[in-house]
């Protein structure tokens, strides 16, 4: 079983840039789909990335694309997403989550095709 870490959270200011990590441990993570989802208090966790494990394939809600980018380094189990031009609106506990069977494209932006997740850095944008 894999175990998912996530740091880099935090607070910033509209427009702001950070970079979240998902360090992955246990099972072969490198071989694994991830993506990140997050959620707000009260409100359904969404998707907002996704990345298949050779990174050939990306995925973004429509309410990132342009502004996040995700992307891994399967010599050091880690999944990035880089977050820029920072919104209030993407204030949430950002989660990731991880697969050990193969995902077929629409698979990678629904929550039950993920079988582990790791437990939630929060980030929070000032406006």
């Known amino acids: 079983q894999v175990q998912l870490v996530e740091s880099g959270g935090g607070l910033v200011q509209a427009g702001d840039s950070l970079t979240l990590s998902c360090v992955g441990s246990g099972r072969a993570f490198s071989q694994d789909g991830v993506g990140w989802f997050r959620q707000v208090p009260g409100k359904d966790r969404e998707f907002v990335a996704a990345?298949?494990?050779?990174?050939?394939?990306?995925y973004y809600a429509d309410s990132v694309k342009g502004r996040f980018t995700i992307s891994r380094n399967n010599a050091k189990n880690t999944v990035y997403l880089q977050m820029n031009s920072l919104k209030p609106e993407d204030t949430a506990v950002y989660f990731c989550?991880?697969?050990?069977?193969?995902?077929?494209?629409?698979?990678?932006?629904?929550?039950?095709?993920?079988?582990?997740w790791g437990q939630g850095t929060q980030v929070t944008v000032s406006s």
């Open positions: 989550a991880s697969s050990g069977n193969p995902l077929s494209s629409g698979d990678y932006y629904t929550q039950s095709q993920y079988d582990v």
């Open positions: 990345i298949s494990w050779r990174a050939l394939r990306t």
